[in-house]
């Protein structure tokens, strides 16, 4: 029997945008290269169930213990987990190479630290992880020899633009940023931004929170302090220019003033199957750049006085300790309202501002005590929906 050479994964968050592009890759590369063997979803477990079938997948985590019964009828014979602890077993299953993390918010945490402890690879979509955790789980990834690749198509741009590359002749990285649906709008204007009207991202398909993390720009602030951790610069080495049309995913700037940049497809399937097929590269089924179709590309400078989530998740990532996680969580309660239409839009940035400024002091930098700024800064963010 011809030996597998490819790699088995784990996807957790299989139902959402990253989930269903990382199955559409594995059809696109086929089972000799990528075989799925463990899939985990929030709430859709029809959807769960109709992959595990399609993929030949019997461990299965359905996040929302409510619906464990109902998966478990739609797939009998299956290992079928539920709640945190499913999680956690789908991140250390024993046959998976890699653990492909693209969990919405914080949960994909503890998992995520206890496929490192299993020696599981990583390819990382949860931007709230490396934000909230960055040292520790870097310094857990070093000390078990585990690969963390990045998903997020600038993170896995700045990863390719790094290969061969000494770390200390980078001057600089450079994430591109769309600018979103607003990039153009009067800074008065967007105080009546509506909720429809956030979720047209102009050049990307996403979750409904990433999308809105898009266009407040704080989307690009996390990825800031995540490039921070995954590519061990200090943060003032990293800059955000706008870039409208996402063809430029990043950039990074040397010493010597080169700067590479990577291209492709604005398609999230290619970052996913780059993770996954590293170092090697594989062909894809998406179009080839043309550049006399393209014509131009255009570059400009983030509008901070607009849109302060960069400059206030430079802060952040300056401050370091904490206060990264304070930000991240009070964003998340931020954008919620937002969607429940409790919240305008500028005030997601305002509600955020202050979170920080009362747990500015807030030290530590154990998992505890993240953990502990993480549900305090969701407190304080409660509270300043009402001022």
């Known amino acids: ?111 995520t630290l206890a496929a490192i402890e299993a020696g599981k690879d990583l390819a990382i979509a949860s931007k709230e992880i490396l934000v909230m955790a960055g040292e520790i789980v870097m310094t857990a990834a070093r000390e078990k020899g585990v690969n963390v690749l990045p998903v997020d198509s600038e993170h896995n741009a700045i990863f390719q633009c790094l290969e061969g590359q ?35 991202h102009p050049t990307w398909s996403m979750g409904q929170k990433i999308t809105i993390d898009s266009a407040t720009m704080f ?31 990043s950039m990074v700037e040397y010493l010597d003033g080169s700067v590479l940049a990577q291209l492709s497809t604005t398609d999230m399937c290619f970052p996913i199957q780059y993770a996954v097929t590293w170092p090697a590269r594989c062909p894809t089924g998406l179009k080839p ?15 901070e006085d607009a849109f302060p989530a ?32 409790r919240l305008g839009f500028t005030r997601i940035a305002e509600v955020v501002e202050s979170t920080m400024e009362k747990l500015a002091s807030h030290q530590g930098q154990t998992l505890e005590e993240i953990l502990a700024a993480d549900t305090r800064a969701r407190e304080l963010a409660q509270k300043a929906l009402a001022v």
């Open 1 to 111: 029997m011809k030996e597998f050479t490819g790699k088995r994964v784990v996807i957790l968050g299989s139902t959402g945008s990253i989930g269903e592009s990382a199955l559409k890759v594995a059809r696109e590369l086929g089972p000799d290269q990528m075989q799925v063997v463990g899939l985990a979803a929030g709430t859709r477990h029809e959807e769960l169930a109709a992959q595990a079938k399609e993929f030949g997948v019997r461990d299965v985590c359905i996040y929302d213990e409510s619906r464990r019964s109902a998966l478990e009828e739609l797939l009998p014979g299956g290992n079928v987990s539920a709640g945190a602890e499913g999680l956690m077993e789908l991140a250390t299953l024993a046959n998976a190479d890699m653990i492909l993390v693209s969990i919405v918010g914080t949960a994909g945490l503890l998992p």
């Open 289 to 303: 750049l043309d550049f006399a179709e393209l014509a131009k590309l255009e570059f400009e400078a983030a509008r």
């Open 166 to 200: 000494r770390g200390d002749s980078i001057s600089r990285l450079i994430l591109t940023a769309s600018g979103g649906p607003f990039r153009t709008w009067e800074k008065e204007k967007l105080a009546h931004v509506t909720l429809a009207q956030a979720l047209k």
């Open 310 to 341: 960069v400059r206030l998740a430079r802060e952040a990532g300056l401050a370091g300790g904490c206060l990264p996680a304070v930000l991240n969580a009070a964003n998340e309660v931020a954008v919620d309202a937002f969607v429940q239409g």
């Open 219 to 249: 989307n690009k602030g996390l990825e800031m302090i995540e490039a921070r951790w995954l590519f061990g610069v200090g943060m003032e080495k990293v800059d955000v220019i706008v870039h409208p049309q996402s063809i430029v995913h």
